[in-house]
């Protein structure tokens, strides 16, 4: 493997999807727009129902993990959604890149993207609500971001399989996938609320272990043992998982003439 040609074909996919995005009508509302107005309305919330500065922290923490989350999966999704909707899929697997090349440089996109997204929903989180989103530590931090990075890449990755899979109709998973599986992972509350059967499927999320690690450092009791080991190892699983499901999902569409009929 030459790796100066890998980290080039990572980078030609992260500029490609960097140019497009700039040149989304939507992006300024991905951006800015939605997750300031969800941090906004969940921090007046937590106000109206007089909510103590811990309870106030654990919903804020859902409310921009959710934001982080859905940026960075969509930059992912759009790596195949962009060319569905230009009808020119099959040249983008004519390239001469993987993959890996294509989930991974539209990721680096992603984080960039939701980096971004955190660094101002934690500014306006401590000047708006007094919410101090670094007080646990830098390491802490980085920790808890990165665990949703590897969570958007999973649920893009998958986006991009079942696209290619279904087509068109699939369109609608890349808004819809990412709420479902952070509604199951806690996102405002402790998962040990939810129905036993639900609960052992936010067991299998890994989104759900970094927010109880973070949680943890305001105060609130981890409901789980070594939360930030068990949510790597599931992020590492599944992120095999989904790259093979896009893979397999490519073949089948070759197979099938999918590929051909959205493209022109």
């Known amino acids: ?3 100066r040609n890998e980290l080039l074909a990572v980078w030609a996919v992260a500029v490609r999807n960097a ?3 700039s040149r989304n009508v939507f992006f300024f509302f991905e951006l800015l727009f939605w997750p300031i107005v969800g941090v906004v309305s969940i921090g007046l919330m937590t106000r109206f129902l007089e909510l103590t500065p ?3 922290s654990f919903v804020l923490i859902g409310t921009i993990a959710l934001s982080v989350v859905n940026v960075c999966q969509l930059e992912v999704a759009y790596a195949v959604l962009m060319d569905v909707w230009s009808k020119s899929l099959k040249h983008q697997f004519l390239a001469p890149i993987g993959i890996r090349h ?3 440089g539209s990721w680096l996109v992603g984080i960039a993207r939701g980096l971004a997204i955190f660094v101002l929903l934690a500014a306006f989180g401590w000047w708006a609500f007094g919410f101090a989103v670094l007080a646990p530590g830098l390491p802490a931090v980085a920790v808890f971001v990165f665990g949703c990075f590897l969570t958007a890449w ?3 990755v998958a986006v991009c399989a079942l696209i290619t899979l279904f087509g068109n109709r699939a369109e609608a998973f890349a808004w819809a996938s990412v709420n479902l599986v952070l509604v199951l992972a806690g996102l405002y509350y402790p998962v040990s609320v939810l129905p036993e059967s639900l609960g052992a499927v936010a067991a299998a999320i890994p989104l759900t272990y970094f927010l ?3 949680r943890a450092h305001f105060g609130f009791a981890s409901e789980f043992r070594a939360p930030i080991a068990t949510g790597l190892a599931l992020g590492a699983l ?5 790259h093979w499901a896009f893979f397999a999902a490519i073949r089948r569409a070759r197979r099938t003439g999918l590929l051909l009929k959205m493209s022109e």
Not at 238 to 242: F, K, N
Request: charged share 10%; no cysteine; proline share 0%.
């Open 154 to 156: 999973i649920v893009g």
């Open 54 to 56: 811990e309870q106030a």
């Open 19 to 21: 140019l497009m995005a």
């Open 212 to 214: 109880d690690a973070y």
């Open 238 to 242: 599944y992120t095999a998982l989904a």
């Open 102 to 104: 294509l989930t991974l």
């Open 1 to 3: 493997m030459n790796w």
